[in-house]
Each structure stands twice: as C-alpha cells, then as structure tokens.
C-alpha cells in the first residue's frame, strides 16, 4: 500500500485521534479536526 499524507503535521492528527478515548465522542472529534485543518466526510459509524 502507498499512502500520501499531506498537509505537514497530518501524522500528528492520526496520533490526536489515536489517543481519544473510545467510544469517541464526536465533540471531541470535531476540535481534532479543527485543530489540523482536517474534515470527516461521510456516514459516522458509532457501533
């Protein structure tokens, strides 16, 4: 597999996510992702 990660500092994103607890809560979530300019897009799976 080849993965492209952009913007700089996007590892960091996966390692914030990485550390929330679970289940996550999509408050928390949403700051993460304003925090690294990122955006979820589509069906949030919560089970």
């Known amino acids: 597999m080849t993965l492209v990660s952009t913007p700089a500092r996007h590892d960091r994103f996966f390692q914030t996510m990485d ?3 679970v289940p996550h809560d999509l408050n928390d979530v949403q700051a993460v992702c304003e925090t690294f300019g990122q955006a979820i897009v589509g069906l949030v799976v919560t089970s």
């Open 19 to 21: 550390a929330l607890p």
